[in-house]
């Protein structure tokens, strides 16, 4: 079976990434407006400012959104199926695309979900499961 493909860190996203690796989910806030955005970008897409600090979320979030995947994109993930991908609000600005790992029954939109990590070789990627 093929590897699970991994992120190929950018001069914008590589401080998203080691910040994974180091188990912490940080999202940009624009030093002008506030905005927090996510996707890590070079500018504020409420402002085009380009000064930003990282501020790291608690991990919480609400599901908005959501799909059950049942073919899988790759080999890769052959074996997975069926698996949700959802969006997932982390607060005011921020929203996050990523898998719930759960049973695509027991997904609904409105649940609460917590971040948890998935090591693919050197690289921690962000996902949810369900909130006790």
């Not at 190929?8 to 927090?36: I, K, L």
Request: with cysteine.
């Amino acid at each position: 079976m093929a590897d699970k493909p991994v992120p190929t860190p950018s001069e914008d996203t590589t401080r998203f990434w080691d910040a994974c690796n180091d188990g912490r989910f940080v999202v940009q806030r624009c030093t002008d407006c506030g905005h927090e955005r996510f996707y890590p970008a070079a500018a504020c897409p409420n402002c085009w400012h380009t000064a930003s600090e990282e501020v790291e979320l608690d991990g919480s979030g609400t599901v908005e959104s959501f799909t059950v995947v049942h073919r899988a994109p790759t080999e890769a993930f052959e074996g997975e199926t069926p698996y949700v991908v959802a969006l997932v609000a982390m607060g005011a600005d921020v929203t996050v695309m990523a898998n719930v790992l759960a049973e695509p029954a027991d997904v609904s939109v409105g649940d609460p979900v917590e971040l948890i990590w998935e090591e693919r070789g050197d690289q921690q990627l962000y996902q949810f499961e369900l909130a006790e």
